[in-house]
């Protein structure tokens, strides 16, 4: 069975960094093949992109975070990553990790990113 497990999250202040990690379990899963992504839900409002990153290692970004946001991908660790700087309230969300390719998609189960002073 195929798991995305987030960690990184928590509290920082405005203006800090987090950085954010997507880890893929199971003993044949690969994310070679798969697109990654971060998506994130701040309460009362839909989910949305932040920033995926494909198999080839093209990346596109939401823009409220372009030149800010990092992603990035180790196929080897089968893990992506989400480097968050210059971070704002309105960034304050549940942050999910998708994992797609063709019609097969995974999600993780989200982590909470609080920015607040």
């Known amino acids: 069975q195929v798991q995305l497990v987030e960690s990184g999250g928590g509290l920082v202040q405005p203006g800090g960094s987090l950085s954010l990690s997507c880890a893929a379990s199971g003993s044949i899963f690969t994310i070679y093949g798969y697109t990654m992504g971060w998506y994130r839900q701040a309460p009362g409002k839909q989910r949305e992109l932040v920033a995926v990153?494909?198999?080839?290692?093209?990346?596109n970004y939401a823009d409220p975070v372009k030149g800010r946001f990092t992603i990035s991908r180790d196929n080897a660790k089968k893990t992506a990553y989400l480097q968050m700087n210059s971070l704002k309230p309105e960034d304050t969300a549940v942050y999910y990790c998708?994992?797609?390719?063709?019609?097969?998609?995974?999600w993780g189960q989200g982590i909470q990113v609080t920015v607040s002073s």
């Open positions: 998708n994992a797609a390719y063709q019609y097969t998609t995974y």
């Open positions: 990153i494909s198999s080839g290692g093209s990346t």
